[in-house]
């Protein structure tokens, strides 16, 4: 699986779109971009995922970038239920495991 | 459906004691994955199994630890003899081919 780079932390500002980038500069034709999510706590929650097109699900947008070198993750409108770790994952279609790395800390401030 | 259950929520056990964690996927989930959290490594994949056959056990530690999954409907990590540096949060998911992994709650492993 390709590697992925994102910043340590965020801020955002609660009712604020946060913007979660990341880099995955490696990433093959036939690897789709996935987004996670983990509060403290908890186990991790799937967001959304998208190959080439940008992506919108009731949680969040996904937009990926023409070369589908980097991609960022849309939160529209911040709570404070959002502050949590989120995770950029490059995968190959089903079938193969995948790794969490380090992940962005996002905070919404209230 | 009740997601994907862990149990026990929390177990602290001493040195040298043998740890059972246990896991219930989503009935219908074919794939059952085991995760280790700590905060120097991050979430670490220790092992998946596909329709209750280990397909990678590469992530495991050590002979320490073993998995097991009976049947389509529970899985065991097990621990023997557990160390102070086994403690973590373990998780387990679940999914279906295509899909997306769904994650337990985890286990607070504390190993004194």
């Known amino acids: 699986d390709a590697k992925t780079t994102q910043p340590p932390s965020m801020d955002c500002a609660e009712g604020r779109a946060a913007n979660l980038p990341c880099n995955h500069s490696t990433i093959s034709g036939n690897e789709y971009v996935y987004w996670y999510r983990q509060i403290h706590s908890q186990g991790p929650q799937y967001i959304i995922h998208?190959?080439?097109n940008n992506e919108t699900n009731e949680m969040a947008s996904l937009i990926i970038t023409e070369d589908r070198k980097s991609s960022t993750l849309i939160l529209p409108h911040a709570t404070l239920r959002d502050t949590a770790v989120y995770y950029c994952i490059v995968r190959v279609a089903p079938g193969n495991q995948f790794y969490f790395g380090t992940g962005t800390s996002l905070t919404v401030i209230p | 459906d009740a997601g994907v259950i862990q149990s026990p929520r929390h177990e602290v056990t001493e040195m040298g004691q043998e740890v059972t964690l246990r896991c219930k996927p989503i009935?219908?989930?074919?794939?059952l994955f085991w995760y280790r959290q700590t905060m120097m490594r991050g979430l670490e994949l220790l092992i998946y199994?596909?329709?209750?056959?280990?397909?990678?056990d590469s992530g495991m530690p050590e002979d320490r630890f073993s998995a097991k999954m009976p049947n389509a409907s529970f899985s065991t990590l097990k621990i023997q003899p557990s160390e102070p540096r086994d403690s973590a949060v373990y998780f387990c998911a679940s999914r279906t081919p295509g899909q997306e992994k769904y994650f337990g709650p985890g286990t607070r492993l504390t190993v004194t």
């Open positions: 998208g190959l080439k």
């Open positions: 199994f596909n329709n209750n056959v280990p397909i990678d």
């Open positions: 009935s219908g989930h074919n794939s």
